[in-house]
């Protein structure tokens, strides 16, 4: 449980983070970028000393996918968190373990339990109402219904079966190989969006241009530090326990918790159809974890 409690707490720190940059940096997709090449940098340093057992082509394989649908997620997070805030996305984020639960009964043969099987069931409809519900408090006001939540719920269980896959293999050794790939193929792409859609030059800010610079390298230096630290709390977790209990404990830790510091850091005051949504998104993690 030790690496369950670590992951929670790298995830907190990571999501905060990450609504800090998206306000106060006016290219946050840059600082994602320096975000990926610090966990590139980390990961190959795992490699190197960790010494890392015969390099096998499903760990690349699988580290690759998990690299694509990670920065999908992560495109989808940063709308989410404006349109509806982070105590609503984050829940939309832990709710998608669903996903590699689902996959885990279906396709790996973990038998869930009546209490899993129900909580499978009370996580349907809480979807919806997060999908309709927004915070007030947020800088960007009241939105109208975005798809932002519902996309983000499934590019993250999609991220999540390719971990869970991952660890079904049984390669613990190839687990620093897996980690970086993962990080160089969410380097690479998320380059290419900056590229894309940060191309054009941008007012400078209040702030002399080599503060914002400062800023966005320190904010991605410290979310490349979390985002490897919690990646791989969640590998060994996956390691020692099924994923059946992993990820719903985890999620039902981190909706908690991301609800209360949303409250606490940023006003954050879900609508009352959002904190319906939020309440079944937890039971429903919570039977699953039992």
């Keep these: 449980m030790l690496y369950i409690a670590f992951r929670v707490a790298g995830y907190l720190g990571f999501a905060h983070l990450l609504r800090y940059a998206q306000e106060h940096t006016p290219r946050p997709l840059r600082v994602m970028a320096v975000n990926y090449l610090v966990g590139v940098l980390l990961c190959l340093g795992w490699a190197l000393l960790g010494g890392g057992g015969r390099l096998h082509s499903a760990a690349l394989a699988w580290g690759a996918a998990a690299g694509v649908t990670y920065v999908t997620s992560l495109l989808f997070f940063l709308p989410a968190i404006l349109s509806s805030g982070i105590a609503i996305a984050g829940t939309g984020l832990q709710l998608a373990m669903v996903i590699p639960v689902a996959v885990s009964v279906l396709h790996l ?11 499978l069931a009370m996580a349907m409809p809480s979807l919806p109402m997060l999908v309709l519900g927004h ?13 932002w939540v519902g996309l983000l719920f499934l590019s993250s269980g999609l991220s ?3 971990f869970k896959e991952f660890s ?3 390669l613990a050794g190839e687990r620093p190989y897996f980690s970086l790939t993962l990080f160089a193929v969410a380097a690479l792409l998320t380059l290419a969006c900056t590229g894309i859609w940060e191309r054009r030059p941008q007012e400078t800010p209040a702030a002399s241009r080599g503060h914002w610079l400062a800023r966005l ?5 410290l979310l490349g530090t979390l985002n490897v630290g919690q990646l791989w709390m969640l590998l060994l977790a996956l390691a020692v326990l099924p994923g059946i209990v992993v990820f719903p404990v985890v999620a039902c830790l981190s909706v908690g918790l991301n609800v209360v510091v949303a409250r606490i850091l940023w006003g954050e005051r879900p609508k009352p159809i959002a904190w319906v ?3 079944l998104a ?4 919570g039977l699953l974890a039992g």
């Design 109 to 119: 043969g973990e038998t869930p339990s009546l209490t899993q099987a129900a909580g």
């Design 135 to 147: 915070s007030d408090g947020l800088r960007s006001g009241p939105k109208r219904l975005t798809p």
């Design 160 to 162: 999540q079966t390719a």
């Design 168 to 170: 079904h293999l049984g």
């Design 217 to 221: 390298w320190v904010a991605g230096s």
């Design 277 to 279: 949504g939020i309440a």
């Design 282 to 285: 937890t039971a429903a993690v």
